[in-house]
Nanobody, 118 residues
């Protein structure tokens, strides 16, 4: 059974930091590119960052470039998103997903809520 479980969200003041974690199970994690996505009600889901299967390449949305860092540990089947210099506009539910081409593969999990106060 494939599972992606996000954690690490919370309430933080503007300028603060959070580290999100994604625990993967039920598939060969090291074979898949992975991405972090976020969703705010009334807006489309947005790709925040993605990382290739071996972790050798990453890409970020312009809105988070220079502030967020995506990483993974294939030995532990874990992916992370270090978020620094957080802004109120980063407030969203954050999800991790497998990447397939330019899209996603699989079902969305429960996500982890990030709320940044002004």
């Amino acid at each position: 059974q494939v599972q992606l479980v996000e954690s690490g969200g919370g309430l933080v003041q503007s300028g603060g930091s959070l580290r999100l974690s994604c625990a993967a199970s039920g598939f060969t994690f090291s074979n898949w590119a992975m991405g972090w996505y976020r969703h705010t009600p009334g807006k489309e889901r947005e790709l925040v960052a993605y990382i290739t299967s071996a972790g050798g390449s990453t890409k970020y949305a312009d809105s988070v470039k220079g502030r967020f860092t995506i990483s993974r540990d294939n030995a532990k089947n874990m992916m992370y998103l270090q978020m620094d210099s957080l802004k109120p506009e980063d407030t969203a539910m954050y999800y991790c997903m497998r990447r397939s081409g330019n899209g996603v593969f699989g079902s969305w999990g429960q996500g982890t809520q990030v709320t940044v106060s002004p």
